[in-house]
């Protein structure tokens, strides 16, 4: 397909805890530019920094985040609660928005499988893109293993929109390592629209010589306040570990308190760097020599783009267990070392670390998923306009 700059692509994505999904959206959005399409990324989270994107049109919604890890408690800006006068005006800035930009394609990140406080915009964005004769292909775009679902019919409700308003599901993982049924217990129902992807990494294992190889231990929990235990009891078991002699640096999330981001740095002292989370964070992961971190996907696949040692603490509030998920087939691999965030100590931490340091770390997965997603959205929509 000639895909000049005139095909356009109008991706939506809704971060409410972390910045997972919303980073996760922009290399898709980045490789879909490769392609010679033209694409808007629709944000309604709150706003997140970092460099530009070349290409990339970034249209920011009204943002809204979640109260807790419960997801079912949202705030806008102010830290207020959503409102239905709220709701009515995103929405029709969302509807006008889309007719605005008359994309070819629409990507929903995430729903329906996960979103559903937001099929108040949502389920009016898929009629009218049904209804109109610009748009092509509609798309639906989720990580390599979901949060299982335990309602009632919610599966089934799930699978009814994807037959009746999606042209194809996305899967952004490694069938070699996880499948959907694995946590979709109606994937069979949607096999036919089902295409996996490969992991969207943000960037390729380099050689410790092309990456300028530190051996730092890396210690990160993510872009939510979720994982400040993680934080210290990294700190706590550096000096009963086989790597401390090395330096140790500590990522910290922008929404963890400055007086707490304060302390930590007092606790940690002069053996480690204690900084605010950072932009090259991947080119960080190829040079360090282990990680220690939860296990989100976006930080999964950046150590399995390296070769560095891992130790993963699935996060687990809120009967949350797609990180547990993901970071057992992992271990069964036997790619990283788990700790349950019940078993979390100073003491485990360090026999982990211990551990994962004789692990292999060879283990092999598709990480080309964003270029190939873009690849196979050019061919849809080529087939679509045949």
Same mark, same amino acid.
């Given at each position: 397909m000639s895909s000049g700059p005139t095909q356009r692509v109008m991706i939506y994505v809704q971060h409410l805890l972390g910045v997972g999904h919303f980073r996760r959206a922009q290399q898709l959005s980045i490789a879909l530019t490769q392609r010679k399409f033209r694409v808007d990324l629709v944000s309604g989270g709150m706003p997140v920094s970092g460099p530009g994107m070349p290409g990339?049109?970034?249209?920011?919604?009204?943002?809204?985040?979640?109260?807790?890890?419960?997801?079912s408690h949202l705030l806008d800006a102010n830290g207020d609660d959503i409102d239905e006068t709220w709701r009515d005006h995103r929405r029709q800035q969302l509807l006008e928005l889309f007719d605005q930009l008359s994309p070819q394609v629409l990507i929903t990140e995430t729903f329906p499988f996960g979103r559903r406080m937001m099929r108040f915009e949502l389920i009016p964005l898929l009629q009218r893109a049904r209804d109109s004769r610009q748009c092509l292909q509609i798309v639906s775009s989720i990580r390599d293993i979901l949060q299982p679902k335990t309602k009632p019919g919610r599966n089934r409700e799930i699978c009814d929109l994807i037959e009746t308003r999606y042209d194809h599901v996305l899967v952004h993982g490694d069938p070699a390592l996880a499948r959907l049924e694995d946590s979709f217990?109606?994937?069979?129902?949607?096999?036919?629209?089902?295409?996996?992807?490969?992991?969207?990494?943000?960037?390729?294992?380099?050689?410790?010589?092309?990456?300028?190889?530190?051996?730092?231990?890396?210690?990160?929990?993510?872009?939510?306040?979720?994982?400040?235990?993680? +934080?210290?009891? $990294?700190?706590?078991?550096?000096? %009963?570990? @086989? /790597?401390?002699?090395?330096?140790?640096?500590? &990522?910290?999330?922008?929404?963890?308190?400055?007086?707490?981001?304060?302390?930590?740095?007092?606790?940690?002292?002069?053996?480690?760097?204690?900084?605010?989370?950072?932009?090259?964070?991947?080119?960080?992961?190829?040079?360090?020599?282990?990680?220690?971190?939860?296990?989100?996907?976006?930080?999964?696949?950046?150590?399995?783009?390296?070769?560095?040692?891992?130790?993963?603490?699935?996060?687990?509030?809120?009967?949350?267990?797609?990180? +547990?998920?993901? $970071?057992?087939?992992?271990?069964? %691999?036997? @790619? /990283?070392?788990?700790?349950?965030?019940?078993? &979390?100590?100073?003491?485990?931490?360090?026999?982990?670390?211990?551990?994962?340091?004789?692990?292999?770390?060879?283990?092999?997965?598709?990480?080309?998923?964003?270029?190939?997603?873009?690849?196979?959205?050019?061919?849809?929509?080529?087939?679509a306009a045949a």
């Amino acid at each position: 397909m000639s895909s000049g700059p005139t095909q356009r692509v109008m991706i939506y994505v809704q971060h409410l805890l972390g910045v997972g999904h919303f980073r996760r959206a922009q290399q898709l959005s980045i490789a879909l530019t490769q392609r010679k399409f033209r694409v808007d990324l629709v944000s309604g989270g709150m706003p997140v920094s970092g460099p530009g994107m070349p290409g990339v049109t970034l249209h920011q919604l009204p943002p809204t985040y979640s109260a807790d890890a419960s997801f079912s408690h949202l705030l806008d800006a102010n830290g207020d609660d959503i409102d239905e006068t709220w709701r009515d005006h995103r929405r029709q800035q969302l509807l006008e928005l889309f007719d605005q930009l008359s994309p070819q394609v629409l990507i929903t990140e995430t729903f329906p499988f996960g979103r559903r406080m937001m099929r108040f915009e949502l389920i009016p964005l898929l009629q009218r893109a049904r209804d109109s004769r610009q748009c092509l292909q509609i798309v639906s775009s989720i990580r390599d293993i979901l949060q299982p679902k335990t309602k009632p019919g919610r599966n089934r409700e799930i699978c009814d929109l994807i037959e009746t308003r999606y042209d194809h599901v996305l899967v952004h993982g490694d069938p070699a390592l996880a499948r959907l049924e694995d946590s979709f217990a109606d994937a069979h129902r949607i096999q036919h629209k089902l295409s996996y992807s490969g992991y969207i990494c943000q960037a390729r294992a380099k050689t410790a010589m092309e990456s300028g190889y530190s051996g730092d231990v890396l210690v990160s929990a993510g872009g939510s306040d979720t994982g400040l235990a993680l +934080l210290e009891a $990294a700190i706590a078991a550096r000096p %009963r570990t @086989r /790597l401390s002699h090395r330096h140790w640096r500590i &990522l910290v999330s922008p929404t963890i308190d400055e007086a707490v981001f304060q302390r930590l740095r007092r606790q940690a002292g002069l053996d480690f760097t204690v900084e605010r989370n950072r932009d090259d964070f991947s080119s960080l992961m190829q040079q360090a020599s282990l990680s220690i971190s939860q296990a989100g996907y976006n930080t999964i696949t950046d150590i399995l783009g390296s070769r560095a040692a891992a130790v993963v603490v699935p996060f687990t509030e809120a009967n949350e267990i797609e990180q +547990l998920l993901r $970071a057992r087939r992992l271990q069964d %691999r036997g @790619r /990283l070392v788990m700790l349950e965030s019940d078993q &979390l100590s100073a003491t485990r931490l360090a026999g982990a670390v211990d551990t994962a340091l004789d692990l292999d770390t060879s283990f092999v997965v598709d990480l080309d998923g964003a270029a190939n997603s873009a690849m196979m959205i050019e061919k849809w929509l080529e087939a679509a306009a045949a």
